[in-house]
């Protein structure tokens, strides 16, 4: 049973440029979450979709864009990146409607995203 | 803000356990204490969760006090592979406010030989 995966794991982009971060969850859970990781600090709640739609979603600008796909896999996308976005980004997956009782949230490795 | 306080380091002897104390003194009654883990360079890693009575798995126990104030993560004989920064998170029962995770600064263990 594969878990969590998250490509690609390294990147490497310009200031200015856009990145599109994938992440397909495991098997059986329909809820994905994605996070931000600055070194040295924890992971950070970006947004969460649920049903192909955004539920929930952190203190992040509009720079910041999802999708969920009808598998339930989703993308992250970061336009005009600045320095500061460089960090793990973390994708999470769990099982669970909006209204039902919470569930574990299983993570991915992670994509390192370096700007320069 | 993270709703939980957790010393920032702590050191272990290896085979000895490690008691992970965590404060979460503005829990509400609909919220379960969840424990985390994160080994240099992967993802957390989830470990337990309770909501008021003890629980134990394969991985720890999870010794919460009788008015949910604090919490105690047990790793009963620690192993060089457990050295990790380790989070203690709340977060509601259901999913109404959604399966956000807020994550505090964690403790970070060194278990040492």
């Known amino acids: 049973d594969a878990g969590v995966t998250q490509s690609p794991t390294h990147l490497i982009k310009t200031r200015g440029q856009q990145v599109t971060l994938r992440c397909s969850p495991k098997?059986?859970?329909?809820?994905v979450s994605w996070y931000q990781q600055a070194l040295g600090q924890g992971p950070q709640f970006i947004f969460q979709?649920?049903?192909?739609?955004?539920?929930q979603r952190g203190n992040f600008p509009d720079r910041f864009s999802g999708h969920q796909f009808p598998n339930y896999s989703s993308e992250l996308n970061v336009n005009a990146l600045l320095l500061g976005d460089s960090a793990l980004y973390l994708c999470?997956?769990?099982?669970?409607?909006?209204?039902?009782?919470?569930?574990?949230?299983?993570f991915g490795q992670g994509t390192r995203l370096t700007v320069v | 803000d993270a709703k939980t306080t957790q010393p920032p380091s702590m050191d272990c002897a290896e085979g000895r356990a490690a008691n992970l104390p965590c404060n979460h003194s503005?829990?509400?009654?609909?919220?379960?204490v969840y424990w985390y883990r994160q080994i240099h360079s992967q993802g957390p890693q989830y470990i337990i969760h309770?909501?008021?009575n003890n629980e134990t798995n394969e991985m720890a126990s999870l010794i919460i006090t009788e008015d949910r104030k604090s919490s105690t993560l047990i790793l009963p004989h620690a192993t060089l592979r457990d050295t990790a920064v380790y989070y203690c998170?709340?977060?509601?029962?259901?999913?109404?406010?959604?399966?956000?995770?807020?994550f505090g600064g964690g403790t970070r263990l060194m278990v040492k030989p």
């Open positions: 999470a997956s769990s099982l669970g409607s909006i209204q039902g009782p919470s569930t574990e949230a299983f």
């Open positions: 098997s059986g859970h329909d809820t």
């Open positions: 979709y649920y049903e192909e739609e955004e539920r």
């Open positions: 503005t829990i509400s009654g609909n919220e379960y």
């Open positions: 309770g909501l008021k």
């Open positions: 998170i709340v977060r509601p029962f259901y999913n109404n406010a959604g399966n956000m995770l807020t």
